[in-house]
């Protein structure tokens, strides 16, 4: 079946931290896998995605790879800001384009 | 970017009475929504798809007589939720994908609590 495992938060951080939130899923077949996060009190946005094996999804500062071998997509981002502070999820498309997220990592950037 | 709306945001009912959630797109036509569940400090549990002019594919242990969901236009999509009871307080979250270019926006969420 399908499924996203990600780290278990909270992460509390400095401000110019460096951040990595941990991904792995479980698919049929060869699925997208995306980033959303959740600002308080907002929707779900769209962060990064990546398509394919060995792509690399990137805005605002952060990245995630795809990586097929270790079906993994973690997420990473050099220097966090206090405004980065946020709900995280990774998900992954399904060949039926449902989408399976992971549980959420809720990160806290303090001055 | 598209916009997903959900309406209400939050609702407050009695024990046994039916809630009805919509989810429109506002910019966009959606032949496809989603439902999805948010328990606190979890993941969004995909209840459904909801396809336009056919019925709703549930997920597995989704009870599809107790939310109903009806896809009547290219734009809008309704969970009810039917003798609503207190374990079915939660947040209810719907997307919908914009087919060019092929990317899943979400609505604001629509807290439920049952009294």
């Known amino acids: 079946g399908n499924s996203v495992t990600q780290m278990e938060g909270p992460v509390t951080l400095s401000e110019e931290a460096f951040l990595t939130i941990n991904c792995t899923y479980t698919?049929?077949?060869?699925?997208?896998l995306f980033w959303y996060v959740q600002y308080p009190g907002e929707g779900l946005q769209l962060l990064l995605k990546a398509t394919k094996a060995d792509d690399k999804g990137s805005n605002k500062g952060f990245e995630a790879t795809y990586r097929k071998e270790t079906t993994s997509f973690h997420l990473e981002k050099g220097s966090v800001q206090v405004s980065d502070s946020a709900v995280y999820f990774c998900a992954l498309r399904a060949l039926g384009n449902q989408f399976y997220f992971g549980t959420g990592t809720s990160l806290t950037v303090i001055p | 970017g598209a916009v997903v709306s959900q309406h209400p945001s939050w609702v407050i009912c009695k024990s046994g009475t039916s809630v009805k959630i919509e989810c429109r797109s506002l910019d966009f036509q959606a032949t496809t929504m989603f439902w999805y569940r948010q328990f606190p400090k979890q993941s969004l549990m995909l209840m459904a798809t909801?396809?336009?002019?056919?019925?709703?594919?549930?997920e597995q242990g989704v009870e599809k007589d107790k939310f109903l969901i009806n896809h009547a236009s290219l734009t809008l999509s309704t969970l009810t939720v039917t003798s609503a009871h207190p374990e079915d307080s939660s947040f209810y979250i719907c997307s919908a994908e914009d087919p060019s270019p092929g990317e899943l926006f979400f609505g604001e969420g629509s807290r439920l609590t049952v009294l």
């Open positions: 909801s396809n336009e002019g056919s019925k709703a594919t549930y």
């Open positions: 698919a049929t077949g060869y699925p997208s």
